[in-house]
C-alpha cells in the first residue's frame, strides 16, 4: 500500500509504501521510503501486460478475410521459403504466418479424412490427374498465358515463376501445401537426397565436370508431380545403395516398384492413355535397374513396351527438342544392347555438332596406334567414319576436362551415344576374308569397350559388361590362332575390358593376357605402358584413374611369379 504522509515524516522522503496487516507506526525498519524531490509521482492506474490485440481486417461483406493482410504488390508476397525453385527471396512474417495457418489447417483437414477412411478420398489422393501434373497454356485476352491448374488461384499469384530454362512449365503453379503426390516420409528424403548427391555423380560423369545436375534440377522438380516417377526415383535409389553395399533388395524397394508399376498399368488402360514424360521415364528408369539386376528378359519387356509408347507419341524424333528425356530413353536402351552385343530398339544421329564452333573435327585418322593398323589393314568405309568420330569425341572430351573448350556436356553426351548406336548397328562385310572380319569386329567391340569407359555409369560392383567382355575375349582368341594382330592395340584391348568387366574368369583372361604382351613388349614401368596406351584413343582424366589400378595390379602378379620361379 501507498500513501503520503502529513506527520511523523521524514524531511527527505514524500512517499512511505508500509504493510497495512502490520501494527507498526508508518515509519519504521519495515517501511520503504521513496524521495520525490520534485514534488509527488503520478501513480498511474492498472496497466495491462502482454500482446496487444490485433485488429482483423475485413472484407467488404464484413467478413475477415485472412489474405488481405498481404498486400499482392509487395515483395513479401512471395512464397519462396516453400517452393522448389533454387533461387530463394525473403518472406514478411505476416506471409509466414499466413502459410503455417494454411499449413495447420491442411494437415488437420488430411488428418480428418484418414479418420474417415473414405475410399473415394484415399483414391483422389492417390490417383494425381493428369492435367495437373501438366497443366496447359490458355490464352486471355491482354495475350499473357496463364497456367491452368487445379490449385488455388490465390496463391498461384504469389508463388515465384522459375526462370530455370531446364525446368518444366509449370513446377511452380501448384498449391504449396499439397504439392508431394504421396505421403513423404523421413526415409524417402534420404534416399531422394542420395538420388541427387551420390547418384548423380555416379550418372552424369561427364555434366558433373560442370556442376550441371539434371537429377536435381530436372527429373527431381518433375517427380514431386508425378506420384509414379516419384515411386521410381525412390525404388532406384534403393536399388542403387542395395548394389553397392551387396545387401539384399529390400521390402520397402518391391513396395515402390510395385506402386509405380500400378500407376503406370492405370494410365495406359484408360480409355485415353496418359503417356507423359514422367510415364516414359518410369519405364526407362525399371529398365535401366533391370540391367543393374542381370535381367535382360525383363529389360526386353519393358524396351518393347516403351516402343510402343513412343510410337503414340510420335517416335524418338518427337524428343528431340527435350534433349533430357531423349537422353534417359537412349540411356535405357544402350544399357542392355551393349551389354549383349545386339541391335538397339532406337537410333540416334547427332548432326548440330558440324555446326558447334567450339566442337573440334577432323576427317583423318592420326592416332599414331591406330594408323600402324590402318596401314596394315585396310578398314571399312563406316568404320573409318566411326573411328574419326572416336577421334573427336577423345579430343574435345579432354579439352572439356581441361576448360580449354565452351562446350555443353549433353552435345558431348550426345557425340558419344551417337557413335555406339553406330557402332551396335555396324554391320561385317559378307564378301571380306573370315581373318579380315574377325579384325573389323575386334575393332568394334574394342571401341564399344573404350565407349564404355568414358561412359560407365553403373553401380560400383555391377557386372554390367561380362557379354562384352566374353565376345572380346572369343573374337580375341580366333585373331591369336589365325595369325595374331599389333601387339600394342591387343594391350590397349586387354587393358580396357579388364576395367570394364567383373566376372572373375574373364577378367582373370585379360590380365593373363595383358601379362603376356607386357612381357614380349618388355615394358615394365608404368611410364612406357602409358606412352603405348596413349598412341591409341585415351581421355586423360578417365583413363589415368581406371587403368592405373590395372597396372598396379598387373605388377603385382608380374613380381609374384617372378618370386615363384626363383
Known amino acids: 500500500m501507498t500513501g503520503t504522509t502529513r506527520e511523523s515524516r521524514p524531511p527527505s522522503s514524500n512517499i512511505v509504501i508500509f504493510d497495512t496487516s502490520s501494527s507498526t507506526p508508518f515509519y519504521s525498519k519495515n517501511s520503504i521510503l521513496i524521495s520525490c524531490r520534485g ?4 501513480l498511474t492506474g492498472i496497466e495491462k501486460r502482454g500482446r496487444p490485440r490485433k485488429e482483423r481486417q475485413t472484407s467488404p461483406c464484413g467478413e475477415y478475410n485472412e489474405e488481405l493482410e498481404i498486400n499482392e504488390n509487395s515483395s513479401t508476397s512471395k512464397f519462396s521459403f516453400v517452393t522448389y525453385t533454387a533461387s530463394p527471396q525473403n518472406a514478411g512474417p505476416k506471409v509466414r504466418t499466413l ?16 479418420k474417415s477412411g473414405s475410399e473415394e478420398a484415399e483414391k483422389s489422393r492417390a490417383n494425381f490427374p493428369a492435367s495437373h501434373l501438366f497443366p496447359r497454356l490458355k490464352k486471355v485476352d491482354d495475350g499473357e498465358d496463364l497456367l491452368s491448374c487445379a490449385a488455388d488461384g490465390r496463391l498461384n499469384f504469389a508463388l515465384p515463376k522459375t526462370t530455370n530454362g531446364l525446368l518444366p512449365r509449370g513446377i511452380t503453379a501448384i498449391e504449396p501445401f499439397n504439392a508431394f503426390p504421396i505421403k513423404i516420409e523421413p526415409y524417402m528424403l534420404e534416399l531422394l537426397s542420395s538420388y541427387t548427391t551420390f547418384i548423380y555423380e555416379t550418372m552424369y560423369t561427364i555434366e558433373k565436370h560442370v556442376n550441371l545436375n539434371p537429377a536435381r534440377d530436372y527429373w527431381l522438380p518433375m517427380a514431386f508431380q508425378d506420384a509414379a516417377l516419384l515411386h521410381a526415383f525412390i525404388f532406384c535409389a534403393y536399388g542403387h545403395s542395395t548394389i553397392s553395399q551387396g545387401r539384399k533388395e529390400s ?11 500400378q500407376i503406370v498399368n492405370e494410365r495406359l488402360r484408360a480409355p485415353v492413355p496418359s503417356i507423359t514424360d514422367a510415364t516414359i521415364a518410369v519405364v526407362c528408369t525399371f529398365a535401366h535397374t533391370e540391367i543393374f539386376n542381370c535381367n535382360h528378359e525383363n529389360w526386353r519387356v519393358h524396351m518393347r513396351g516403351l516402343k510402343q509408347m513412343l510410337q503414340q507419341r510420335g517416335g524418338i524424333h518427337a524428343f528431340e527438342s527435350n534433349r533430357l528425356v531423349r537422353s534417359k530413353i537412349n540411356r535405357a536402351d544402350l544399357c542392355g544392347s551393349i551389354d549383349a552385343v545386339q541391335n538397339p530398339y532406337f537410333e540416334l544421329v547427332v548432326t548440330e555438332l558440324s555446326s558447334t564452333p567450339e566442337y573440334h573435327q577432323t576427317t583423318t585418322i592420326t592416332a599414331t596406334g591406330f594408323c600402324k593398323i590402318t596401314n596394315s589393314i585396310k578398314l571399312d568405309e563406316a568404320l573409318t567414319q566411326i ?3 572416336l577421334q573427336d569425341i577423345t579430343i574435345n572430351l579432354n579439352m572439356f576436362h581441361h576448360h580449354k573448350a565452351q562446350l555443353h556436356p549433353l552435345s558431348l553426351r550426345e557425340a558419344i551415344t551417337s557413335s555406339q548406336y553406330s ?27 573404350y565407349l564404355v569407359t568414358l561412359l560407365n555409369e553403373s553401380p560400383p560392383g555391377v557386372a554390367l559388361y561380362d557379354i562384352l567382355g566374353a565376345k572380346l575375349k572369343s573374337t580375341l582368341i580366333e585373331i591369336k590362332q589365325n595369325g595374331g594382330i599389333n601387339l600394342e592395340f591387343s594391350l590397349w584391348i586387354v587393358f580396357l575390358a579388364a576395367s570394364i568387366v567383373e566376372g572373375p574368369d574373364i577378367k582373370d583372361y585379360f590380365m593373363a593376357t595383358a ?3 607386357i612381357e614380349e613388349l618388355g615394358v615394365f614401368c608404368w611410364d612406357n ?5 596413349k598412341s591409341f584413343f585415351w581421355v586423360e582424366k578417365i583413363h589415368r584413374g581406371t587403368l592405373r589400378p590395372i597396372w598396379t595390379t598387373l605388377k603385382a602378379l608380374i613380381t609374384d611369379t617372378r618370386k615363384e620361379q626363383h
Open 99 to 114: 502459410v503455417r495457418r494454411r499449413a495447420m489447417l491442411n494437415y488437420r483437414r488430411q488428418e480428418r479424412d484418414q
Open 423 to 449: 557402332l551396335l548397328n555396324f554391320k561385317l562385310q559378307q564378301g571380306n576374308a573370315t581373318h579380315q572380319n574377325s579384325i573389323h569386329e575386334l575393332l568394334r567391340l574394342g571401341l564399344l569397350a
Open 529 to 533: 605402358v602409358e606412352a603405348l596406351l
Open 515 to 517: 601379362i603376356e604382351i
Open 387 to 389: 573411328f574419326c568420330q
Open 39 to 42: 514534488g509527488p509521482p503520478k
Open 251 to 261: 521390402p520397402a524397394a518391391v513396395i515402390h516398384l510395385r506402386k509405380a508399376i
